[in-house]
């Protein structure tokens, strides 16, 4: 074992503890699959990153994104967080945009006053959810069926399923049922009241400790949801999201389709532990 520079960060927060946290180790080098795996477990957060030195050439750094029983593809808070440690340590993009290299390719990454933004990577299945699952859902999220406005995949890595409801209420008042749903990420969207700083509510539900856990904000779940509402017609270009609050968290997710087309999903990160570890 060796001493590694290592952060804790919260993500889509200006505020410490408001966010969603994140272990960072900064320098990865030589650790086993099994050793990032036991360490993310150990810390009992919902991810935990590993920086390793790219191996494609256009990349600025690789992360491995692991969870409490496996790795991830990607997501997105730790997408942010391994970004703003990597940049807090000295890192310097090679070009325009940071580039981070995770298991679905190369992703990029901007800076924006006191946000970072990454580029919503293309999702693996997206359209309608089949009626059987829509039907589940509702009966698992304990309200009808004629609750559920609109659905669709929101698959970007992790396989969630999103449905709409009709207000931030409704979403709030949500109590699911973990044997209903068990196996199922689910994301849930309802609009908040006109004139609000935030557009809409955001909660996603997913198997963890033993039944049904709830994610405080969700990267890859906010960014598939936008690439969904956005080109559904169903939200505006530019929008902020609000997530949490039925944890007593505050994150702010904030999205915007570029002239381009390409979406981005942003939020603001703050560095809570900043020191070693002993891995």
């Known amino acids: 074992m060796t001493l590694r520079p290592f952060k804790q960060v919260d993500v889509f927060t200006p505020v410490a503890y408001r966010g969603n946290?994140?272990?960072?180790?900064?320098d990865g080098?030589?650790?086993?699959?099994e050793e990032m795996q036991h360490f993310t477990h150990w810390t009992n957060l919902s991810e935990a990153t590993f920086l390793l030195p790219p191996t494609q050439?256009?990349?600025d750094y690789r992360v491995r994104i692991f969870y409490p029983a496996g790795e991830l593809p990607f997501a997105g808070h730790p997408t942010l967080g391994s970004c703003h440690a990597w940049l807090e340590a000295g890192g310097r993009p090679k070009g325009e945009h940071v580039v981070q290299e995770c298991g679905i390719?190369?992703?990029k990454l901007k800076r924006d006053a006191d946000r970072l933004a990454f580029a919503a990577p293309p999702l693996r299945k997206s359209g309608?959810?089949?009626?059987?699952?829509?039907?589940?859902?509702?009966?698992?999220?304990?309200?009808?069926?004629a609750a559920i406005v609109a659905h669709a995949w929101c698959d970007n890595g992790p396989n969630w399923r999103g449905v709409l409801l009709a207000s931030a209420e409704q979403v709030l008042a949500?109590?699911?049922?973990?044997?209903?749903?068990?196996?199922?990420?689910i994301g849930v969207v309802g609009p908040r009241s006109a004139g609000d700083e935030c557009a809409f509510e955001?909660?996603?539900?997913?198997?963890?400790?033993?039944?049904m856990a709830e994610d405080p904000v969700t990267g890859s779940l906010n960014a598939a949801v936008a690439q969904w509402l956005i080109g559904a017609g169903l939200a505006p270009q530019r929008y902020i999201a609000?997530?949490?609050?039925?944890?007593?968290r505050a994150g702010r997710v904030h999205v915007e389709r570029d002239a381009g087309g390409e979406i981005w999903v942003g939020g603001a990160c703050v560095t809570c532990i900043d020191g070693q570890v002993r891995l």
């Open 202 to 211: 955001v909660r996603a539900f997913f198997p963890g400790n033993g039944g």
């Open 29 to 33: 080098a030589g650790l086993s699959t």
């Open 242 to 248: 609000s997530q949490g609050t039925a944890l007593r």
């Open 57 to 59: 050439p256009e990349a």
């Open 105 to 107: 390719g190369l992703v």
């Open 174 to 185: 949500l109590k699911p049922d973990p044997a209903v749903l068990a196996g199922l990420d």
């Open 128 to 145: 309608p959810l089949p009626e059987p699952d829509v039907t589940l859902i509702a009966r698992g999220l304990g309200v009808p069926r």
């Open 21 to 26: 946290p994140l272990a960072v180790v900064l």
